[in-house]
Nanobody, 124 residues
Framework: QVQLVESGGGLVQAGGSLRVSCVAS????????MGWFRQVPGKEREFVAS????????NYADSVKGRFTISRNNAKNTVYLQMNSLKPEDTAVYYCAAALYYSRFHTSYDIDYWGQGTQVTVSS
């Protein structure tokens, strides 16, 4: 079983920055494409960003493009989401996700493993 543990969430003012991290268990982290989703009450889980297993390819939702950056450090079994210029609309629970195939990030239903989520709250 692959376990994903997020950290780094919290409260930040609009316009500020925050970096959330996700540490994966096991020895096969480099085999997985990784990504982030977010969810607010009453809405579907929304794709945010993804990164290929090698780190050579990334993809972002239009709503965060230019503000968020996904990266990974395979030696540390960790994926990061750097969030800049945060807006109140970014407030959500952010979930780390792993999939054996990069193409599975087009929908949350195809994700293989999920983290427990970390709350990010952006105040106005």
């Amino acid at each position: 079983q692959v376990q994903l543990v997020e950290s780094g969430g919290g409260l930040v003012q609009a316009g500020g920055s925050l970096r959330v991290s996700c540490v994966a268990s096991g020895r096969t982290f480099s085999m997985y494409a990784m990504g982030w989703f977010r969810q607010v009450p009453g809405k579907e889980r929304e794709f945010v960003a993804s990164i290929s297993s090698s780190g050579g390819s990334t993809n972002y939702a239009d709503s965060v493009k230019g503000r968020f950056t996904i990266s990974r450090n395979n030696a540390k079994n960790t994926v990061y989401l750097q969030m800049n210029s945060l807006k109140p609309e970014d407030t959500a629970v952010y979930y780390c996700a792993a999939a054996l195939y990069y193409s599975r990030f087009h929908t949350s239903y195809d994700i293989d493993y999920w983290g427990q989520g970390t709350q990010v709250t952006v105040s106005s």
